[in-house]
T-cell receptor, first 113, second 115 residues
Framework: TQLLEQSPQFLSIQEGENLTVYCNSS?????LQWYRQEPGEGPVLLVT?????EVKKLKRLTFQFGDARKDSSLHITAAQPGDTGLYLC?????????????FGPGTSLSVIP | ETGVTQSPTHLIKTRGQQVTLRCSSQ?????VSWYQQALGQGPQFIFQ???????GRGNFPPRFSGLQFPNYSSELNVNALELDDSALYLC??????????????FGNGTRLTVT
């Protein structure tokens, strides 16, 4: 069974602070995705990383895929209240496509104005 | 472009009853996946449908079943409801092609409460 772990589980920070969220597994994934989910809504895809060591930037968000494709991190610079939400990482097991993923338990982020 | 829509948005059922949840996939998508998300947890994969057939299943009992229709919409059926079935049920559609499979696009879910 392939499992994804995320840390921290909860994070409450002040507006303007930086933060990093981690996603770890003992398994190798062909790709890894990050989603953000707001209350009452479904997850929304932020980014997909495919290559080991890959770094992608989305405005103030920086995503990195580990060299061994077993872990990933999400770094947010100068967090804003609009960044508040549940951040989920999701991995596609080897030899499967982007649309068959398993999710981690999520990191609940609260950014206080 | 029409997104993924799910119905109903909320539902209350009694233990032992049966429930059917519905999902219309995003325009141009041909694959539907269903996930169960318990409160405070990440979504758990139930199953996926492609070309009207089940194309992968997670660790869920047979009382969880589904259908995909020719227009790519889908239903999730749960029989003999248990209290632990209370959760947000998410539908996600994607496009599976010969050379590229798109990521998942989620609906806003159906909140099922079993009493």
């Amino acid at each position: 069974t392939q499992l994804l772990e995320q840390s921290p589980q909860f994070l409450s920070i002040q507006e303007g602070e930086n933060l990093t969220v981690y996603c770890n597994s003992s398994s190798v994934f062909s790709s890894l995705q990050w989603y953000r989910q707001e209350p009452g809504e479904g997850p929304v895809l932020l980014v997909t990383v495919v290559t080991g060591g890959e770094v992608k930037k989305l405005k103030r968000l920086t995503f990195q895929f580990g060299d061994a494709r077993k872990d990933s991190s999400l770094h947010i610079t100068a967090a804003q209240p609009g960044d508040t939400g549940l951040y989920l990482c999701a991995g596609a097991p080897m030899k499967t496509s982007y649309d068959k993923v398993i999710f981690g338990p999520g990191t609940s982020l609260s950014v206080i104005p | 472009e029409t997104g993924v829509t799910q119905s109903p948005t909320h539902l209350i059922k009694t233990r032992g009853q049966q429930v059917t949840l519905r999902c219309s996939s995003q325009s141009g998508h041909n694959t539907v996946s269903w996930y169960q998300q318990a409160l405070g947890q990440g979504p758990q994969f139930i199953f996926q449908y492609y070309r009207e057939e089940e194309n992968g299943r997670g660790n869920f009992p047979p009382r969880f079943s589904g259908l995909q229709f020719p227009n790519y919409s889908s239903e999730l059926n749960v029989n003999a409801l248990e209290l632990d079935d209370s959760a947000l049920y998410l539908c996600a559609s994607s496009r599976r092609g010969s050379s590229y499979n798109s990521p998942l696009h989620f609906g806003n879910g159906t909140r099922l409460t079993v009493t």
